[in-house]
C-alpha cells in the first residue's frame, strides 16, 4: 500500500491554464506538505498544513493555492500557469507539525508549454 | 540566512568501496538533520537521521557523523552497491520550526 500518493504523476499543458495536483496520505499523520523541486533538484518548502490548518506559507505566487478537505488529502490548485512553473512537486507528510521524519509520495512532474 | 549546502554534486565510486556524502549547514541552532535519498522517478526516501546532542549514529550499511564544531554532516555508505545510486540529501531543522530545510543534493553513481 502508498503511505503518500499523488496525482497525477505526469501533467503537461498550456500556459494560462489552471491546473491541480492531488495527494492522499494513509499514515494517519496529522501534517502535510507542498514542495516544489526544480531542475537542478533543488528542494523548497511551500505549504504544509496541520490538521487541516495552515501552517507554512513560503513566499509563492497567489497564483498557487492549496486546499486540505481532511488531514488525510492535501490538494494544490495552480491558476495561470507560467513556464517557470514547470518542476517536480512533492507531496509529504508527517506525524505533527513538529514531528522530525517527513514521508515523500513520487512527485507529479508538471510541464507547461 | 538559512542554507544546508554540499561540497560535491557528484560522487562516483567503484561497486564494494565504501562512499561519503558531506554536507555543510549554516544554522547553529538546528536541532535535527535527516538524510534523503532521491531515486530517478521517485520522491525522497527516509535514510538515516541524527539528533543535535548526538555525534554519530548507525544504521543498516549507514552512518551518519555530525560535527557541531565545524556544522558539518556526513553520510557514509558502507560497501556502496548499484542500488545505492541517486541523489542524496542532507536537511535540517530546528525543533522551534515547522520547516524542514534541504541542502542542494549530491548524486551517487556506482561503477560496476
Known amino acids: 500500500d502508498t503511505a503518500v500518493s499523488q496525482t497525477p504523476k505526469y501533467l503537461v499543458t498550456q500556459m494560462g491554464n489552471d491546473k491541480s495536483i492531488k495527494c492522499e496520505q494513509n499514515?494517519?499523520?496529522?501534517?502535510m506538505y507542498w514542495y516544489k523541486q526544480d531542475s537542478k533538484k533543488f528542494l523548497k518548502i511551500m505549504f504544509s498544513?496541520?490538521?487541516?490548518?495552515?501552517?507554512i506559507n513560503e513566499t509563492v505566487p497567489n497564483r498557487f493555492s492549496p486546499k486540505s478537505p481532511d488531514k488525510a488529502h492535501l490538494n494544490l490548485h495552480i491558476n495561470s500557469l507560467e513556464l517557470g512553473d514547470s518542476a517536480v512537486y512533492f507531496c509529504?507528510?508527517?506525524?505533527?507539525?513538529?514531528?522530525?521524519?517527513?514521508?515523500f509520495g513520487p512527485g507529479t512532474r508538471l510541464t507547461v508549454l | 540566512g538559512e542554507s544546508v549546502g554540499l561540497h560535491l554534486p557528484t560522487l562516483s565510486v567503484q561497486e564494494g568501496d565504501n562512499s561519503i556524502i558531506n554536507c555543510a549547514y549554516s544554522?547553529?541552532?538546528?536541532?535535527?538533520f535527516i538524510w534523503y535519498k532521491q531515486e530517478s522517478g521517485k520522491g525522497p526516501q527516509f535514510i538515516i537521521d541524527?539528533?543535535?546532542?548526538?555525534d554519530k549514529r548507525q544504521g543498516q550499511r549507514v552512518t551518519v557523523l555530525l560535527n557541531k564544531t565545524v556544522k558539518h554532516l556526513s553520510l557514509q555508505i558502507a560497501a556502496t552497491q548499484p542500488g545505492d545510486s541517486a541523489v542524496y540529501f542532507c536537511?535540517?531543522?530546528?525543533?522551534?520550526?515547522?520547516?524542514?530545510?534541504f541542502g542542494s543534493g549530491t548524486r551517487l553513481l556506482v561503477r560496476p
Open positions: 509529504a507528510s508527517s506525524q505533527g507539525p513538529t514531528t522530525d521524519t517527513q514521508y
Open positions: 499514515l494517519g499523520h496529522d501534517t
Open positions: 498544513y496541520n490538521n487541516k490548518e495552515l501552517i
Open positions: 544554522n547553529s541552532a538546528s536541532d535535527y
Open positions: 541524527i539528533r543535535s546532542n548526538m
Open positions: 536537511a535540517e531543522k530546528m525543533d522551534s520550526s515547522y520547516k524542514l530545510i
